[in-house]
């Protein structure tokens, strides 16, 4: 069964500093892979996805990852938060088997102080 | 287009009852999961429809089933009410299966 970790429960930063999130996945087919956001009190948003191609990938507001094979990892970075970055963030993985499961990881919570 | 519904938004229920929470995916989306996100154990996968047929099924006791109609959305209901499964349902739909739509859920609190 495949697992997605995320490394950093609680990540407390001050506004313009730089954010990077783990993210390790352990299936060893071939996976999609998603970051989501949830704000306070709001739905899961897409911040931006990898299927396949150039694995840095780049989504909404100034978000990018690193999809890096060999470490089976997918890190969120943003080089300058803002206090409204301040959500929960998720790692999930959809293998490619013919159904609709997202696994995700366990959220990192990131609050942006100003 | 409209996005994926859920309803209803929030719902108070008393141990030992039944619920039903209802999704309405994209149109078009034919596949739709259902997730439980609770603050002890994240985001967990419940079960997964297509074509009013259940395809996959999470880890989850019996007391939560699923069904899907003809026009594609879905029911989730939950018999006897235990207080842990006071949760946040997410609702999931998708076209193509490669990436998934989340509606706003639906907030089940079991006193």
């Known amino acids: 069964a495949q697992s997605v970790s995320q490394h950093n429960h609680h990540v407390i930063l001050s506004e313009a500093a730089s954010l990077e999130l783990g993210c390790n996945y352990s299936y060893g087919g071939t996976v999609n892979l998603f970051w989501y956001v949830q704000y306070p009190g709001q739905h899961l948003q897409l911040l931006l996805k990898y299927f396949s191609g150039d694995p840095l990938v780049k989504g909404i507001k100034g978000f990018e990852a690193e999809f890096i094979k060999s470490k089976f990892s997918f890190n969120l970075r943003k080089p300058s938060v803002q206090w409204s970055d301040t959500a929960e963030y998720f790692c999930?993985?959809?293998?490619?088997?013919?159904?609709?499961?997202?696994?995700f990881g366990t959220g990192t919570k990131l609050q942006v102080i100003p | 287009k409209a996005g994926v519904t859920q309803t209803p938004r929030y719902l108070i229920k008393t141990r030992g009852q039944q619920v039903t929470l209802s999704c309405s995916p994209i149109s078009g989306h034919r596949s739709v999961s259902w997730y439980q996100q609770t603050p002890g154990q994240g985001l967990q996968f419940l079960f997964e429809?297509?074509?009013?047929?259940?395809?996959n099924k999470g880890n989850f006791p019996g007391r939560f089933s699923g069904r899907q109609f003809s026009n594609s959305r879905s029911e989730m209901n939950v018999s006897t009410l235990e207080l842990g499964d006071s949760a946040l349902y997410l609702c999931?739909?998708?076209?193509?299966?490669?990436?998934?739509?989340f509606g706003q859920g639906t907030r089940l609190t079991v006193v």
């Open positions: 429809y297509f074509s009013e047929t259940q395809r």
């Open positions: 999930a993985v959809w293998n490619s088997g013919g159904y609709q499961k997202v696994t």
């Open positions: 999931a739909s998708s076209k193509d299966l490669t990436e998934a739509f």
